[in-house]
T-cell receptor
Framework: RKEVEQDPGPFNVPEGATVAFNCTYSNSASQSFFWYRQDCRKEPKLLMSVYSSGNEDGRFTAQLNRASQYISLLIRDSKLSDSATYLCVVTSPGDTGRRALTFGSGTRLQVQP | GAGVSQSPSNKVTEKGKDVELRCDPISGHTALYWYRQSLGQGLEFLIYFQGNSAPDKSGLPSDRFSAERTGGSVSTLTIQRTQQEDSAVYLC?????????????FGEGSWLTVV
């Protein structure tokens, strides 16, 4: 089983739709969680951290479910500019080096007019 | 500089030639990472530096790949005798320190094409 798993998609949604992605992780000791966004042929950029109580940034809401070991990203009122690949990133205590951050392979979102 | 800087941004090279890719991390960041990403694929970890030392080289795909970092700052990734399967974007990232819970910042990448 992969340490971090994501549905690769693509998720094709119309403008204005609400879309949600999940990401599951295998290490129950995982401590920190992030969502990164990667546009086509660009580098990944931090979208938002995920806090235990859940957090919101405009149209984006991130949630953590420790019992079921997944995090989610909800995008409301999708825009064409939201089209990108969304990478889930998980870290575990004491990890350094390659394990400092474990990347999922990403979920591709395509918002259509 | 304000962000992670990589050069060259694009490189086309003939099979069998050596290439050097450079990364200039964010000033003050002690941790530096190299990743590789082939088209449509996920990130593949290559190597990690803490200061000038590389405690984790486990991701380097073969002995044709090497990397160094000097002065706790600039890093160079060298690929010797390039092969077509080396074609990918090579992403460098840095963070203030190593360890979990740490946000990393990526450069725009060096796009390598081996013909």
């Amino acid at each position: 089983r992969k340490e971090v798993e994501q549905d690769p998609g693509p998720f094709n949604v119309p403008e204005g739709a609400t879309v949600a992605f999940n990401c599951t992780y295998s290490n129950s000791a995982s401590q920190s969680f992030f969502w990164y966004r990667q546009d086509c042929r660009k580098e990944p950029k931090l979208l938002m951290s995920v806090y235990s109580s859940g957090n919101e940034d405009g149209r984006f809401t991130a949630q953590l479910n420790r019992a079921s070991q997944y995090i989610s990203l909800l995008i409301r009122d999708s825009k064409l500019s939201d089209s990108a690949t969304y990478l889930c990133v998980v870290t575990s205590p004491g990890d350094t080096g390659r394990r400092a951050l474990t990347f999922g392979s990403g979920t591709r979102l395509q918002v259509q007019p | 500089g304000a962000g992670v800087s990589q050069s060259p941004s694009n490189k086309v090279t003939e099979k069998g030639k050596d290439v050097e890719l450079r990364c200039d991390p964010i000033s003050g960041h002690t941790a530096l990472y190299w990743y590789r990403q082939s088209l449509g694929q996920g990130l593949e970890f290559l190597i990690y530096f803490q200061g000038n030392s590389a405690p984790d080289k486990s991701g380097l795909p073969s002995d044709r790949f090497s990397a160094e970092r000097t002065g706790g700052s600039v890093s160079t990734l060298t690929i010797q005798r390039t092969q077509q399967e080396d074609s990918a974007v090579y992403l460098c990232a840095s963070s203030p320190f190593s360890g979990s819970g740490n946000t990393i910042y990526f450069g725009e990448g060096s796009w390598l094409t081996v013909v």
